[in-house]
């Protein structure tokens, strides 16, 4: 391996990082995955090592950018507190040196807004829930140490995310007509890990930017396009959601880097997910 390539350091690498981490092989660069498992990719350096527990990451090397590919390991502040803002932080206090960038994948869930309207990377973040308040304190601190892409995304589905699907198929969800939209925003994890990937190797990124296919769509009409597919019939909503008209995002920061999501809307993406079963 030629050590005069620029390295790169997925942490948390799971299933977005791990993609994330075969494109930039594939790009030529250095790449080393830092996860609890060793699970790896092909070309890439597996490094066993977990965010949570600073003795485990004493080994880490040196890294020219760190994307931050961190799941929750729970869905509560605890969880929130180790993915989003101790662990980062647990992680450059380990390493050599702090790198020229980082790339850090948050969430559409700290804009808060609930009435339907459109959203940009602009518009300022408005946690309603202390887990996405944790999530914009760990953006701030991160950003306030070296100089950072953050990347909020929206719901992630593809290849082994398909519990919206199984939901359909069972009957867990329903739709409520005469309601007003529900928009819901969601991004294929192909297409996240291609921004991701394109932030870190890119002369200028943003600061900011909101990875979303660009198709905002009411929940009902996704739920109706995947009954039809699977061929079933959906009931009314067994649990209506208590903030029922959502927010719209766009993704002019990532366009204008000249990413363009190869699943521009729910069916390209669905349809790809739905052949896969």
């Known amino acids: 391996m030629n050590d005069s ?4 350091l997925i942490a948390g690498a799971g299933d977005v990082g791990l ?24 070309g890439a350096t597996p490094i066993v090592g977990d965010l949570s527990n600073p003795a485990t990451l004493g080994s880490v090397p040196a890294a020219d950018v760190v994307i931050f590919t961190t799941a929750p390991p729970t869905r509560d502040d605890i969880g929130y507190r180790i993915a989003y803002l101790d662990g980062p932080q647990a992680l450059l206090d380990a390493l050599p040196r702090d790198p020229g960038r980082a790339v850090l994948t948050s969430t559409t869930g700290v804009y808060g807004a ?16 202390s887990t996405a ?20 995304s ?4 593809g290849p082994g995310r398909h519990r919206l699907i199984d939901q359909v198929r069972h009957g867990a969800v329903g739709v409520t007509p005469g309601t007003p939209a529900r928009w819901t925003n969601r991004i294929h994890r192909d297409d996240l890990a291609a921004a991701l990937a394109l932030c870190a190797v890119h002369p200028s990124p943003p600061a900011l930017a909101i990875a979303v296919d660009g198709a905002p769509t009411p929940r009902d009409t996704v739920l109706c396009w995947l009954a039809d597919q699977l061929g079933v019939e959906l009931g009314p909503d067994p649990d209506p959601p208590r903030h029922p008209m959502g927010k719209r995002c766009r993704n002019s920061e990532l366009r204008d880097l000249g990413w363009e999501p190869a699943y521009p809307s729910y069916r390209e993406g669905y349809t790809s997910v739905l052949a896969s079963l």
């Open 5 to 8: 390539l620029p390295h790169v």
């Open 19 to 42: 993609t994330v981490a075969t494109a930039l092989v594939g790009a030529g660069l250095r790449v080393s995955t830092l996860n609890r498992s060793g699970r790896q990719t092909d």
């Open 114 to 129: 609930d009435d339907g309207r459109w959203i940009t990377a602009a518009d300022d973040a408005a946690p309603t829930r």
């Open 133 to 152: 308040a944790l999530v914009v304190e760990g953006e701030g601190r991160l950003a306030a140490r070296v100089p950072t892409t953050i990347i909020r």
């Open 154 to 157: 929206a719901g992630i589905y």
